[in-house]
């Protein structure tokens, strides 16, 4: 079990920092970044809440804005690991315009959601999952989940003349609903602002580190 300790709010310059490095600035100073002017919006930590590693931190984050020349202004992410007393970049992503604070499942699922600039609002999310010891799948740690193969098939399980056409908003954090996505339906003659076709719910499995789509639920405008 694992829960959020705290999370801290500041500005900062950019500034950079080797693989181990100290994060006791996390919350005013912009770590691992490629942004320019880059200012933290939020950090904060992770700790092991229970079993051998109770109190102990293990993960912290830092959700940042800046530019780029070549994209304007940018939001980025930077999530770091601790372990055997040293902290380290565990992931890092500068591809949307912001990005949230990490949220955590009781089932052992960490989400960064993410979102880009302009009408479409696409989706830049991390998703992680915790493999516990003894998984017979892969050793104990983090393994990032692959959260965009599932739309190359999923109009194969839309309703007739439906389609997609911008970012999704995921939910992970409730245990009653599962991984869910929820999404508005455009027809080919709606305007990109305006979806008349109803919206779905999109229950999601994982396998193979990968998000599949396990049922579409269809609400009708």
Not at 55 to 75: C, H, R, S
Not at 79 to 95: I, P, Q, R, Y
Request: glycine share 14%; aromatic share 10%.
């Amino acid at each position: 079990m694992i829960a959020v300790l705290l999370a801290l709010l500041g500005t900062a310059m950019p500034a950079s920092a080797g693989s181990h490095m100290p994060i006791e600035g996390i919350g005013s100073t912009c770590l691992e970044t490629i942004l320019r002017n880059c200012r933290v919006l939020t950090a904060g930590y992770v700790n092991a809440d229970g079993g051998d590693r109770d109190g102990e931190p293990m993960l912290a984050w830092q959700t940042q804005t800046g530019f780029t020349p070549e994209d304007g202004v940018m939001g980025g992410f930077v999530l770091f690991e601790h372990a055997s007393g040293k902290w380290t970049v565990m992931d890092a992503g500068f591809n949307g315009w912001r990005f949230s604070p990490p949220q955590l499942s009781e089932t052992g699922l960490l989400h960064i959601a993410g979102y880009g600039g302009g009408t479409g609002a696409y989706n830049a999310d991390r998703l992680y999952q915790w493999r516990d010891p003894g998984d017979a799948v892969a050793r104990e740690g983090w393994r990032q989940i692959d959260m965009g193969t599932w739309l190359k098939t999923i109009g194969e399980k839309l309703p007739a003349g439906l389609e997609i056409w911008k970012g999704v908003q995921f939910e992970f954090q409730d245990p009653w609903s599962g991984m869910i996505a929820r999404t508005g339906l455009w027809r080919s003659d709606d305007g990109n602002c305006c979806p008349t076709g109803g919206s779905a719910v999109i229950a999601f499995g994982i396998e193979d580190d990968r998000l599949v789509v396990s049922r579409v639920d269809y609400v009708v405008p």
